[in-house]
DNA sequence: TGTTTAAATTAGCATCAACTAACCGCAAAG
DNA sequence: CTTTGCGGTTAGTTGATGCTAATTTAAACA
């Protein structure tokens, strides 16, 4: 039974480079690091492998840039994220709490729960969600 | 951080042992293996660890019992499977992916986040729930 | 009694995803 | 210049969890 990931891991490394990159002009190897507090070694070895995938490119200042394969695994991961953290929130999880059960569930959900669960968020919000539309809004800027 | 569960298989066997009992009158390893889709040889060693941590008992017939630990994680991983699989279900989910995803949803939520999602399940069935009320009231008979 | 079969086990291996130790290259600070 | 430190990499380790192949145990059947 293939699961619907690239690789667990992998989903999360690309999703922390574009929550990153929202926010930061550039991305390296030990912004990653720090965000996920993994050893450099790990986020070396695993955007080597995101390399060699074609999921990111790395230019010679060690800058990191989602490709668009990367960025549409990146955009889908932190969609989940956003809507399974809200609909947390809105059940009376605390925000932390939330925030970091969100970032497992997201992983393990298969794309017809995802749907149901954001149906159910997007009713309880009059489809409205100013996060998710900064989501699709965002492009990265290009080098 | 350490997570909440024992160890995401030990829970998962834990659970299955569980849910065998409540139908069988005996529960060996290869119905584990038959349930679960895993090999012979992986049961036997995963049993092999519950039993050296005191989950569960094996007789000389090879027949496995639940210990008061193993009882207790159990119930509690299947309650879980039991809440999540329902709530998706109320969602629009077909019962089939509720039941897949449950699976996998159940090892990696906090109790703060499964006490919300509790509340909500019993809160949308008026605090009715027969399959959870079968859980609190199985006793596994004693050999 | 001897063969066949089913369950369980042992041994060895693969994958994933983290880690530490140790090293390289370069740029800025003296 | 040399030294220092940071970012990055390589190599090797660990732990979790599955697998296959081959062996043991034991019951079942002519």
Redesign the pocket.
């Given at each position: 039974m293939k699961a619907y990931?690239t690789?667990?891991?992998?989903?999360?490394?690309l999703e922390s480079i574009l929550m990153l990159s929202m926010d930061h002009q550039v991305v390296?190897?030990?912004?990653?690091?720090n965000m996920?507090?993994?050893?450099?070694?790990?986020?070396?070895?695993?955007?080597?492998?995101l390399?060699e995938e074609g999921m990111i490119t790395?230019d010679s200042?060690?800058?990191?840039t989602l490709t668009e394969d990367g960025m549409k695994i990146a955009k889908g991961t932190y969609e989940k994220h956003i809507v399974i953290t809200n609909v947390l929130i809105d059940l009376g999880v605390s925000a932390y709490t939330a925030g970091q059960d969100a970032c497992r569930i997201e992983h393990v959900l298969s794309p017809e729960t995802f749907a149901r669960i954001k149906d159910f968020y997007l009713r309880s919000h009059d489809g409205v969600s100013p996060e998710l539309d900064a989501i699709s809004a965002y492009e990265q800027r290009k080098p």
């Open positions: 990931e690789h667990e891991s992998s989903e999360n490394y390296r190897s030990i912004d990653i690091a996920l507090g993994f050893s450099k070694p790990s986020v070396s070895v695993a955007m080597k492998r390399r790395v200042n060690g800058y990191i």
